[in-house]
């Protein structure tokens, strides 16, 4: 037991290192417009904090999207969950995929370093604490990304961003539990009546036992209609879990997706 708490504090004496390394070596300058930040605790200033547009209410209480002009908004839950239930318990957006947060997430994609992983991982870590703070979690679940895309990329920015929530929440991190058995084709293009159709038991489950009966929180950097989030929520309902609740950082698009999505 010893050994391993040894090894928790000693990563944990990394981390704390690696974020002095990075200070050190960048200046603590705002990573979306370069005005300085020090002293605010933070690598966003509060101008483009301020200008990030945040996914806030009124959205649907169960898929976390927007309600729209069709939506009865005397129901907090929007049409497309009363007509079908999605296959998780909740699921919420942090802020809107555009301007900043987009150059944030695209140079993320390219470039997992520490330093373009923190602010998109602030972000990550405010929309948790916005909505999900009073919920308990056994683990946090990054959505993973088939071997052949991790290996021509080199990481999995979902995992690079749950790192820091899982640093900041003390929740355990479990990138191993869920895997992508299948290469898809990226959503990004498809037609809505295809996202599904190209996800289909897209994911596979390595350990149920350390899923069932469960409350797990699934985890993506991006998302345009939750239909990835849904098959890697599916996936993990299957093998038992209790609770699966997903926070996604950004959200593509406003406009909400057709009916058939989940
Ligand atoms: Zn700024
Ligand atoms: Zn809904």
Redesign the pocket.
């Given at each position: 037991m010893w050994r391993l708490n040894g090894k928790l504090k000693n990563s944990r004496i990394f981390s704390a290192a690696l974020d002095l390394f990075s200070s050190a070596l960048f200046p603590e300058v705002?990573?979306?417009?370069?005005?300085s930040?020090t002293g605010e605790g933070s690598v966003?200033?509060a101008?483009?904090r301020n200008s990030i547009r945040i996914v806030s209410e009124p959205f649907c209480d169960l898929c976390g999207l927007p309600l729209s002009t069709f939506d009865d908004f005397a129901s907090t839950i929007c049409g497309r969950c009363l007509t079908k239930p999605p296959p998780y318990d909740k699921a919420r957006y942090g802020v809107y995929y555009e301007q900043s947060v987009r150059t944030g997430i695209t140079r993320l994609k390219f470039h997992s370093s520490l330093f373009n992983v923190r602010p998109i991982g602030e972000l990550l870590v405010q929309a948790f604490n916005t909505h999900y703070s009073s919920e308990r979690f056994d683990s946090i679940i990054p959505v993973p990304v088939h071997r052949k895309r991790l290996i021509s990329r080199g990481f999995n920015q979902a995992i690079s961003v749950s790192k820091r929530l899982s640093e900041s929440t003390g929740i355990f991190l479990d990138r191993t539990a869920l895997v992508k058995s299948r290469d898809t084709a990226p959503q990004v293009g498809l037609p809505r009546s295809k996202r599904l159709v190209n996800l289909k038991n897209a994911f596979n489950i390595s350990s149920p036992e350390r899923i069932s009966g469960k409350r797990i929180l699934i985890i993506d950097d991006v998302s345009t209609t939750g239909a990835t989030v849904s098959e890697a929520a599916r996936a993990v309902r299957k093998v038992g879990a209790a609770y699966v609740a997903i926070l996604v950082v950004a959200l593509r698009s406003k406009n909400r997706p057709a009916e058939s999505d989940f």
């Open positions: 705002c990573y979306f417009c370069g005005s930040v966003i200033c101008d483009c």
